[in-house]
């Protein structure tokens, strides 16, 4: 459900992130704000990086949530071997 | 991994027009949407041979593997999403049939999940979540490779636009190849581990359901016996 809202979110920023911050939209990249044009500079190099570290985030994120509940399992079992 | 990272940044590739450095991209973007598919045909796999013998553990494998499937899959349009940006203008064009069409092939599997969510009988809903992936697998290659093939698309394998050509560097296939290998293997890994937590909360409900006297109506046991 989480993930569904940070996904949905993220996807809501993708398509409408000029607009919620006031922007008109840029008609490229380099007509863009300062993070647009920061991004587009260097041969475009910064983008490689942002699409690197979203898989990564993406990805440790999803790690986080299953440690989570398998941190919440053992739990569980532990208390049920207290009882015991 | 790490060499594969290191080597796609560090790596000298030619100036390509628009592209840019962005080329390197298809070292990450192209091997998720490769570990997405082995991801789901893992789970096809796994969902027929939990049709053929009814052991709920592979039931819990296709689960495990179309989760880490729609996972990359989700990072390929994110990815995708951000190159198109920096490249084409835009962070998502209907126009462009592989984009659109690869969405839609994550909704069906997206289904899937709801599919098993809406059924409280563990029997009927690996029966059902087992029939449904089998369908969604049928449906992939379609979406994913044969349909964008025919189409004409600034999408490098679509028509007229080869996934292999001038625009995107050929140096990028030396480190292209282990990155879908390394992508891959994370896949396998995270299903591994998904797996792994499925199989212990099924023994956790079995144990409860003993300590409570009944039998374990979501044991492997049960859903067994039932088949």
């Not at chain 1, 989480?2 to 939209?25: C, K, Q, S, T």
């Not at chain 2, 179309?66 to 989700?74: A, E, M, S």
């Amino acid at each position: 459900m989480i993930m569904a809202v940070i996904v949905g979110w993220i996807f809501l920023f993708l398509r409408n992130g000029e607009d919620l911050l006031g922007y008109p939209g840029p008609g490229s990249a380099e007509e863009g704000n300062v993070l647009m044009q920061a991004m587009a500079s260097n041969g475009l190099i910064f983008v490689v990086l942002a699409v690197s570290l979203s898989i990564w985030f993406l990805l440790v994120f999803y790690l986080l949530k299953l440690e989570k509940k398998i941190s919440l399992l053992e739990k569980e079992i532990q208390d049920v071997k207290e009882r015991k | 991994m790490t060499a594969v990272i290191a080597a796609a940044f560090l790596i000298r590739i030619p100036e390509i027009p628009i592209l840019y450095e962005t080329a390197r991209n298809l070292v990450f973007h192209v091997p998720l949407w490769f570990a997405m598919s082995a991801s789901f045909l893992a789970g096809l796999i796994c969902s027929i041979r939990f049709l053929a013998s009814g052991k709920a553990r592979m039931d819990r494998l296709a689960e495990s593997a179309t989760v880490v499937g729609i996972l990359f899959g989700i990072a390929g349009l994110i990815t995708g999403s951000i190159w198109a940006r920096f490249t084409w203008g835009t962070w998502w064009t209907f126009s462009e049939p592989k984009m659109n069409l690869s969405a839609m092939a994550l909704m069906i599997y997206i289904a899937y999940t709801l599919l098993r969510s809406a059924f409280d009988d563990p029997v009927k809903r690996a029966k059902a979540a087992a029939v449904y992936n089998v369908f969604a697998a049928t449906t992939l290659p379609f979406l994913i490779y044969i349909i964008p093939r025919q189409l004409p698309s600034l999408h490098p394998g679509a028509d007229g636009s080869p996934a292999f050509s001038d625009m995107t560097a050929i140096e990028l296939r030396l480190v292209f190849y282990p990155a879908a290998i390394g992508f891959i293997a994370l896949a396998a890994w995270l299903i591994q581990l998904r797996t792994r937590w499925l199989d212990a909360q099924a023994e956790w409900q079995e144990i409860q359901f003993e300590h409570a006297g009944k039998s374990g109506v979501d044991s492997p046991e049960y859903m067994n016996k039932k088949q």
